[in-house]
């Protein structure tokens, strides 16, 4: 099955409003399309997933992530910078799962997803 990599890199108020909102929307006709989704936060992206300020955009994000996680889209992040920024328990509590970006990228190319980066 044809798979849709959603990839969430960068932590300005665009990126993360509209890689969010590409990936809600995505997962909306995935299925009957017969796509499979995902998602991969690293960098800047994934910092945002631990941020705690009041930042609508961030607060906003992180309730997306969260939805998507919650409707079953298999959403990751960097295992080596979640350790390196302590919030290892932290997003494997949201049921996000970390693997080596370096991993996750190769198996993206082994599998051919399109992977469309924000």
């Known amino acids: 099955m044809p798979k849709v990599v959603i990839h969430l890199f960068h932590a300005d108020e ?13 997962r909306q006709v995935a299925g009957d399309a017969g796509v499979d989704l995902e998602v991969y936060c690293f960098g800047p992206a994934q910092g945002a997933l631990s941020d705690t300020s009041a930042d609508p955009t961030r607060t906003e994000y992180n309730r997306q992530i969260d939805e998507l996680v919650a409707a079953g889209v298999p ?21 996000i799962a970390l693997q080596y970006a370096r991993d996750a990228y190769v198996r993206f190319a082994l599998e051919g997803a399109t992977v469309l980066n924000f």
Do not use: F, I, Y
């Open 75 to 95: 959403v990751g992040a960097c295992l080596n910078a979640a350790r390196a920024a302590g919030s290892e328990q932290a997003l494997s509590d949201r049921g």
């Open 14 to 26: 665009d990126s993360l409003s509209a890689g969010s909102h590409v990936a809600e929307r995505v």
